[in-house]
Nanobody, 120 residues
């Protein structure tokens, strides 16, 4: 059973950088045919895909956040990280990490989510 868990600060001041880490157990983040994603849900709104990193280390981002977002990984810790620069109150959301398999083309495993508030 694959498990994902987000960690990071719940409160980030405007203009500062948000850093979140997803720790994966039960599967390797370097596995082929699997990619690792960051998704967020603002209050009262739907899910928004942020970006992803593939098993080979390639990264992909939504155009609306590409200039501010960066995804990296630490294979020795089986972790991948989201950095979102210049945060504003509009970045307030529940942030999730999730796995997507190219075999079934679905997000089959999710973290529990972590609340992030861009406020002083």
């Amino acid at each position: 059973q694959v498990q994902l868990q987000e960690s990071g600060p719940g409160l980030v001041k405007p203009s500062q950088t948000l850093s979140l880490t997803c720790t994966v157990s039960g599967g390797s983040i370097t596995t082929n045919y699997v990619s690792w994603h960051w998704i967020r849900q603002p209050p009262g709104k739907g899910l928004e895909w942020i970006g992803a990193i593939s098993g080979s280390g390639s990264t992909y981002y939504t155009p609306s956040l590409k200039s501010r977002a960066s995804i990296s990984r630490d294979t020795s810790k089986n972790q991948f990280t989201l950095q979102l620069r210049s945060v504003t109150p509009e970045d307030t959301a529940v942030y999730y990490c999730a796995r997507r398999s190219s075999i079934n083309a679905v997000y089959d495993y999710w973290g529990q989510g972590t609340q992030v508030t861009g406020s002083s």
